[in-house]
């Protein structure tokens, strides 16, 4: 068998992607074929950091926030992430997989907090590490905590997980003439405003020269393929 292409990674999970085809929560089928295809990855020795958003119980810009602080929303989607992510890690145990779940928010009873260097040792241990409450700070996504968290441990690449299998010239499901985008830089993606990540993730991406492939979590297979350098999904390069 060939080699991984890449020795570390930050693979980022929208909390929507956990719902699988239920309308709110955690879908349990869904989120231990997640954990399935993250765990082959792991065992081939790759070292995997995991950011889960918090979409699927509650979001900061949703309906349900309406007329709400902004910052006061933003923490309970932390929350939510928080929760998703005690979902993961226990997931994760029941198929084997050590992982270690940190939280940018203090709450000691239920979660450890972030400490750079302790993640960096947990990974170099070869185990699984999920960030959780995003940043720790309202105003941000977890798409940006993706890019940041990425930053921090110098993964690789940012892999975003997402219900498409790319980035394409128009919304494949309302033009069934989009076509999709193998490759495309940085000020393209910015240029042609498709909507990758939103634009202080991109940003952060862009100025550290993180690369970011995104592609389908749903898709069979896809999570290996883009780890062992296959064509599969978008990669966006500076």
């Known amino acids: 068998m060939s080699k ?9 999970l929208s909390g929507e992607a956990l719902m699988g085809d239920d309308a709110y929560g955690i879908n349990r089928s869904t989120i231990e074929s997640m954990v399935a295809d993250v765990a082959e990855v792991a065992k081939l020795g790759v070292e995997v950091a995991v950011v889960i958003g918090g979409g ?39 198929a084997g997989v050590t992982a270690r779940v940190m939280s940018a928010i ?17 990974l170099e241990e070869g185990k699984v590490v999920v960030f959780a409450a995003g940043t720790g700070n309202p105003f941000f996504t977890t798409d940006t905590a993706a890019a940041l968290r990425g930053s921090e441990i110098s993964a690789e690449i940012v892999l ?25 830089s940085f000020d393209e993606a910015i240029a042609k405003h498709l909507q990758v990540m939103d634009a202080t993730a991109f940003a952060l991406c862009r100025d550290q020269k993180l690369p970011i492939k995104v592609f389908s ?22």
């Open 56 to 94: 699927n119980i509650f979001r900061g810009v949703a309906p349900g926030a309406q007329g709400m602080d902004r910052a006061t929303a933003d923490y309970m989607g932390m929350l939510a992430t928080v929760m998703n992510a005690l979902a993961l890690g226990d997931a994760m145990r029941h």
């Open 106 to 122: 203090g709450i000691d009873q239920v979660v450890e907090p972030y400490v750079r260097p302790k993640a960096l040792q947990y």
């Open 160 to 184: 975003k997980a997402t219900k498409v299998d790319g980035i394409y010239t128009a919304d494949p499901k309302k033009d069934p003439n989009a076509t999709l985008f193998h490759t495309i």
């Open 217 to 238: 979590i749903t898709k069979p297979g896809a999570l290996m393929r883009v780890i062992m350098g296959e064509d599969e999904g978008t990669l966006v390069h500076v």
């Open 4 to 12: 991984p292409a890449f020795k570390r990674v930050l693979l980022k």
